[in-house]
Structure formats: C-alpha cells, structure tokens
C-alpha cells in the first residue's frame, strides 16, 4: 500500500477543530516542521498538544500559540516560549505538566495498550493529587494512565512509502512512541524511497504504525540555544 501524500496541507485537511495531536522531537530537533506549518496555515483551532515541550516563539508549536490554535498542552518542558507563558498565565490556556520519565512511559503505554502503570516519580507532590496511590514493596507509587492522540506528527530521517521510518540522533525522542500512540500517524520524512531500500534491520517504526508519509521540505532545523566557545 502506497501510504504516500502530496504534500503537508493535504496530511493536515481532514484534520478537526478540537483534535488531540502528538507531536514528536526533542526541543526544536526532530520536530515535524511542514506539518505545523501546513496547520497554522489551515487554521485549525481548538487543539490539545501532546508534545515534550511548546517550541519557541515563531518557530515549532510556537507558531500555533501564536495563532491561538492550541486549548491545551500537555508537555513536561515550556521555558522557552514568551507566549506560551502569557497565555498560561492569563488562564488563555489550558496546561498538564508531566514529569519527562512519567510523560514518555504514558505515552508507551498507550501504544502498548497498558491500561496504567505505577511510578514513585511525583510522589507526595501536586503531580500525585486526585492519584490513586499505593505502597509496593515499602516504597509509595502512583498510578498513571497512558497517553493517547486522534493524530500523531512524526519527523524522520529517512522513510519508504510503505511508512517503515528512520530516525536520526536525537530526533528519535519521542517520534518512536508517538507513532504507535494514535489512531491516525502522519510522517514527514527528508528522503523518501522505495520499498527494500531501507535494511529491515534499520527501520525504528515499522510501517504498520504509519497511515500517511510525506516528503518534507525547506527543514530549518534550528538550535534553541546556540552556545559557542570564547575566544
């Protein structure tokens, strides 16, 4: 099946008003930039983000906030974003922090189809309130429930048009996971190529959990923070 779509605004069309996307990466590396381009141009609003952290500015899931997009974030990292923080403060926004460990292993869980998991992490803390807990082996536990998406936005290095991908680095954080937690999974990828060109061994997200791929293009890539050595 050839899972191949014209570009970035047809992947995001059929999208809703009020839909819950994941969008994977780690900072601004391995976001999927055409994808939220293409939807801050579609002007979809109403949304719930599920992603690490909320971007920059003018730049990643930045650009959404900016267009008041976004109803809710659900995230571990936001320290970089002047709007993000306006909105959240003037209650624009809706926001669940999770610890970073807590927000990935509930996003595992819900690609594995676990019903929960327990976790010392956030323990005694506003994380655990309205948390069932309980002591395992003497030691205190809270209960987490999986993550789940109407969408996922992935980036790869690298994909066939059958949807097995290829990731780089660190843009493998959170792609790999995101893939498998939602109903539809949409990549974008640098190099498209046929089936058999990727080795079987390679391949980090097979295609079963990919419904669309496109080949992305003008990738930015930019550094969060650039940090250079004094003379």
Known sequence: MNKVLSG?????????????????????????????AALRARGTTGLTVISNNAGVDDFGIGILLRGRQVRKMISTYVGENKEFERQFLTNE????????GTFAERIRAGGAG???????????TLVAEGKETRVINGKPF??????????????????DTVGNLVYRRTARNFNPVMA????????????????????????????????HIIQGARYEKRIEKRTVRRE
């Open 8 to 36: 970035a605004a047809e992947a995001v069309a059929r999208i809703p008003d009020g839909a819950s996307i994941m969008m994977g990466g780690f900072g601004l590396c391995g976001i999927p930039e055409n994808l939220i």
């Open 93 to 100: 926004l809706e926001v669940e922090l999770v610890p970073q």
């Open 114 to 124: 676990i019903g929960g998991f327990f976790t010392p992490t956030g323990y005694g």
């Open 142 to 159: 809270v209960l987490e429930r999986p993550l789940h998406a109407d969408f996922a936005f992935v980036k790869a290095w690298k994909g």
């Open 180 to 211: 498998t937690a939602a109903t539809v999974t949409i990549a974008e990828v640098e190099h498209l190529v046929e089936p058999g060109e990727i080795d079987p061994d390679h391949v980090h997200t097979p295609g079963i959990f990919v419904q």
